[in-house]
C-alpha cells in the first residue's frame, strides 16, 4: 500500500506560489502528526512545516512566514501553501510523519519544486 502520495510540484519563478498536496493513507493520517519535508542535492532533508491530528500547524523558525501547512479530514490529504518562493525553495517535498521516520513509514516519490526564472 503507498502510503504518502505528493503532488502540485513544478517550475515557478521566484516570488510566486504553489500549492503542494499529499495523500495520506487513512491509518496513518488519523494518528500521526504529519509534515512537509524537503531535500535538495547536497543538502539533508529538512522539516519544512507540519500539523497535528487537530488541525494546529507547526513551523519551524527559519520557515514561518511564507508556508502554510492545512488539512482536510475529508479528504485524507495535507496540503502546503507557498508564496513568495525563492530559489532556494528548490528542493523534492515530501509528506510523512512527524518527528521524522516515525512509525517506520516508506517515503512517496516527492514532488519536485524548482523556482528559477
Known amino acids: 500500500q503507498v502510503q504518502f502520495v505528493e503532488s502540485g510540484g513544478g517550475l515557478v519563478q521566484p516570488g510566486g506560489s504553489l500549492r503542494l498536496s499529499c495523500a495520506v493513507a487513512?491509518?496513518?493520517?488519523?494518528?500521526?502528526?504529519l509534515g512537509w519535508y524537503r531535500q535538495s542535492p547536497g543538502n539533508q532533508r529538512e522539516l519544512v512545516a507540519a500539523i497535528s491530528i487537530g488541525g494546529i500547524p507547526i513551523y519551524p523558525e527559519s520557515m514561518k512566514g511564507r508556508f502554510t501547512v492545512f488539512r482536510d479530514n475529508a479528504k485524507n490529504t495535507v496540503y502546503l501553501e507557498m508564496n513568495s518562493l525563492e530559489p532556494d525553495d528548490t528542493a523534492v517535498y515530501y509528506c510523512?510523519?512527524?518527528?521524522?521516520?516515525?512509525?517506520?513509514?516508506?517515503w512517496g516519490q516527492g514532488t519536485q519544486v524548482t523556482v528559477s526564472s
Open positions: 487513512s491509518d496513518i493520517f488519523n494518528i500521526y502528526t
Open positions: 510523512s510523519t512527524v518527528p521524522l521516520g516515525y512509525g517506520g513509514y516508506a
